[in-house]
Each structure stands twice: as structure tokens, then as C-alpha cells.
């Protein structure tokens, strides 16, 4: 399962803890994997369970404390694993709610399936923006970790996330007019 391998995969560059994996997780890998905190935290005690993660607590004064979570050998061996197996067509699977309920949506009207695809439409453009900031803070990411190889496919993925949001975008645009196009033949 991909949500493991990602937190192994932020682990390896240094130990954190749940709140901090938590927000590397959505803030670098969830473009393209959502993780509600809760699977992350279950994740996180499974794994520590079957050897891939040791754990610290830090005792805090006037704070709750916080437990920081550091990969181990066995699980740098599961991400080797994982990463050099390439069996698998997950990477051709595409699943989505919003493609499903478009799909189901020829009982609903024109105009409240031109609402759902605007904001559909509103969406990809806040997510564009947000990847058109991704360059800065892998490169920010990069110095601080020292690790400029990495940078490198992070910048691929981000490349790929913006391309993706721009083709939804533009999927979104014709799709709207397509439809506009439907009520503009009805009123004729």
C-alpha cells in the first residue's frame, strides 16, 4: 500500500514526528495521494509494529508529548522493496468520485451539472496555483536536506502534478461549453 511507502520514503530523509509527517505528507505527496491524518497515525503504529519504524517520546513542558518516529533498517529494506517492484498496474488505475458522479449525472439538469464542473473547474485552478509554487520549496526542501538527487524527481512529480491540473483545467473548460452548447441547441 503506497501510504507506507510514502511515509518510509519521508522518513528516510530524517526522523519526524506525526504531526510533522502529517504535514510533509499533505504538503509534498498529497497532490497525488490523499491521507486522512487518522490512516496516517495507524500507519504510523503499524509499521512501528512490524519493525519498520522505532519511536522516541519527547517530553515536553507544557505541551502535550510528542512521539518522533525514525525509520529503521527493515524498513528501508520494505521501501527498497517496494520501490524496485515494478509488477504492479496501480499506476494505470484511475479512481475518482467526481469522474463517477459526472458519470451518473445525465438526471440531473444542464445548468447544476455546469455548477459541479465550475467548481470543479475553480479547484483545479487553486491547485495550479499551488503547484506553480512547488519549484521554490523543493528547492528550499533540497538545501536543507542536502540531497539535490531527490530534488530531481521531486521536481518530475511536480512537473507531472501541474500538467495533470492543467489537463483538468482544460478537460473542465470544454466540458462546460459542451454543455452550454447542449442548453443553447434546447433553446432553439
Not at 41 to 61: A, T
Not at 128 to 156: H, P, R
Amino acid at each position: 500500500m503506497p501510504l507506507k511507502h510514502g511515509l518510509l520514503g519521508l522518513l528516510k530523509y530524517k526522523s519526524e514526528t506525526g504531526y510533522n509527517l502529517d504535514k510533509s505528507f499533505k504538503y509534498s505527496l498529497g497532490f497525488f495521494w490523499k491521507a486522512q491524518t487518522s490512516q496516517i497515525y495507524r500507519e504510523l503504529n503499524k509499521m512501528e509494529k512490524d519493525g519498520w519504524l522505532d519511536s522516541e517520546m519527547i517530553i515536553q513542558v507544557g505541551k502535550p508529548n510528542k512521539k518522533q518516529y525514525a525509520i529503521t533498517d527493515a524498513g528501508q529494506e520494505e521501501l527498497n522493496r517496494w520501490l524496485h517492484n515494478h509488477e504492479s498496474m496501480e499506476w494505470i488505475t484511475l479512481r475518482s468520485e467526481f469522474l463517477m458522479k459526472l458519470f451518473l449525472s445525465g438526471d440531473k439538469s444542464l445548468e447544476e451539472n455546469i455548477e459541479y464542473l465550475k467548481q470543479y473547474r475553480d479547484t483545479c485552478k487553486v491547485l495550479m496555483k499551488g503547484m506553480e509554487q512547488a519549484g521554490a520549496i523543493i528547492e528550499e526542501q533540497a538545501v536543507a536536506l542536502n540531497d539535490k538527487e531527490s530534488a530531481f524527481y521531486w521536481e518530475l512529480t511536480a512537473d507531472y502534478g501541474f500538467d495533470h491540473y492543467t489537463m483538468c483545467l482544460n478537460w473542465a473548460t470544454k466540458t462546460i461549453k459542451k454543455l452550454e452548447d447542449k442548453i443553447n441547441e434546447k433553446n432553439n
